[in-house]
């Protein structure tokens, strides 16, 4: 059992207030899942040739400023880091594949969250309350939101197994539910140079959807492929920085509620996630149907 979590502002107005009206959301799931969270924002992409890479500090003390001066020798030019505790959001012109390689043997207590133009993600293991006091996520901006929290029922409680799960640039998912084969998917991914970090099955999943878009699939597209291909329980809640798209599996066991109006879409596992929100009194409620693809442009 996990609680997923979504929010997608259409009013530009509300932007500002996005890790304000999240908060309570997932705060509101953290009986469905105690272990540990995660949150993927979505904001304005940045400029030219730049990417942003979100990084967690694994093991030791997190140091940073050492960090950043030995990236500096080895990638010159303008990058930035941006830390809080052991996350930090690194902004540079240097080829993301390069940057990965090079904190692998530089740095191999760092983690690669996720990559993008628009994507900042954070995670980390504990009650969702704290991991939001932690990393300030009341105060995040942005145009939506995909959060999760998680109890561990197949891989071990760790900051890399906790979702939201990423590849690609600039996609995310989340899942409520089990899959029964995912190595299955591992074993046909993994000779095509598909990596993967975690055993978490929620990862087969995620991996399987970004090498279907690689392929030229969009989202819903890779989706309906899914439904032949991943086997199980489940309600995948995904982001990119065009969309955000929930999907549940033939039998619907896994619970999902969207409230929608003018200026929001909402999206919880259960409506108490979503009471606070302003108008929701007069929101479009309703649970999404089996095998049918939800999606709502940022």
């Known amino acids: 059992m996990c609680g997923i979590v979504g929010l997608l502002l259409k009013d530009p107005a509300l932007r500002d207030r996005l890790g304000e009206l999240m908060t309570p959301m997932l705060i509101g799931m953290t009986s469905r899942g105690p272990d540990s969270a995660g949150v993927a924002i979505f904001g304005e992409p940045v400029k030219g040739e730049t990417s942003k890479l979100s990084l967690f500090w694994g093991d030791g003390a997190a140091d940073w400023k050492t960090l950043a001066r030995d990236f500096a020798t080895a990638f010159p030019g303008k990058s930035t880091f941006a830390e809080t505790r052991r996350h930090a959001v690194l902004r540079t012109a240097a080829a993301p594949d390069d940057v990965k390689l090079w904190l692998a043997k530089a740095a191999p207590q760092i983690y690669v969250l996720s990559v993008g133009g628009s994507i900042d993600l954070y995670k980390d293991i504990g009650a969702p309350a ?21 109890m561990a029922t197949e891989s071990a409680v760790t900051p890399a197994h906790a979702h939201p799960f990423t590849a690609g640039r600039d996609f995310c998912l989340v ?7 995912p190595h299955l998917v591992r074993k046909k991914l993994e000779p095509l ?6 055993d978490n099955d929620t990862e087969a999943a995620c991996r399987f959807f970004e090498w279907r878009m690689r392929e030229g699939d969009d989202l819903s597209t890779a989706v309906h492929r899914g439904f032949t291909e991943l086997d199980g329980f489940f309600t995948f809640l995904m982001g990119t920085d065009q969309e955000m798209v929930i999907v549940r599996d033939a039998f619907a066991c896994k619970p999902a509620v969207v ?40």
């Open 130 to 150: 704290d991991i939001v006091a932690r990393y300030g996520l009341d105060k995040v901006t942005g145009t939506h939101v995909v959060a999760h929290t998680r």
């Open 259 to 298: 409230a929608e109006t003018d200026d929001y879409v909402a999206i919880a596992s259960e409506f108490r996630s979503l009471a606070h929100l302003p108008g929701v009194r007069h929101a479009s409620v309703f649970e999404p149907k089996p095998e049918e693809v939800y999606s709502w442009k940022a």
């Open 193 to 198: 140079g598909i990596e993967f970090v975690t």
């Open 175 to 181: 899942h409520n539910g089990s899959l029964s084969n």
